[in-house]
């Protein structure tokens, strides 16, 4: 498994922007399908966007579809979420995700093996 670590949460106005970064270790991380999903306590982790390993197809739940923008770079094993337009119902913990060789259901959190720590995001009115 790859180990990640999120990077780049904090506190926003409604309306801002944040780049989130999730670095991985291992020599094998272009062959990762990566995911972000976010979580508020009390509440089920909720997708937010992914990537596949095969073509850098882009998949997006649609709470954030034209808002937030899911990329990578392989070279310095990252994969980045540029969230724009930001309101207070994005606040939560952000969490980069991953699974090798995957091709499926990506909005599914247990379709990944490779989990981050998370990175908090919190959007003031």
């Known amino acids: 498994q790859v180990q990640l670590a999120e990077s780049g949460g904090g506190l926003v106005q409604a309306g801002g922007s944040l780049r989130l970064s999730c670095a991985a270790s291992?020599?094998?991380?272009?062959?990762?399908?990566c995911g972000w999903f976010r979580q508020n306590p009390g509440k089920e982790r909720e997708f937010v966007a992914a990537?596949?390993?095969?073509?850098?197809?882009?998949v997006y739940a649609d709470s954030v579809k034209g808002r937030f923008t899911i990329s990578r770079d392989n070279a310095k094993n990252t994969v980045y979420l540029q969230m724009n337009s930001l309101n207070p119902e994005d606040t939560a913990v952000y969490y980069c995700a991953g699974r090798i060789f995957y091709s499926g259901n990506y909005d599914r959190d247990t379709a990944y093996d490779s989990w981050g720590q998370g990175t908090q995001v919190t959007v003031s009115s």
């Open positions: 990537i596949t390993w095969s073509n850098g197809r882009t």
């Open positions: 291992g020599l094998t991380f272009s062959y990762y399908t």
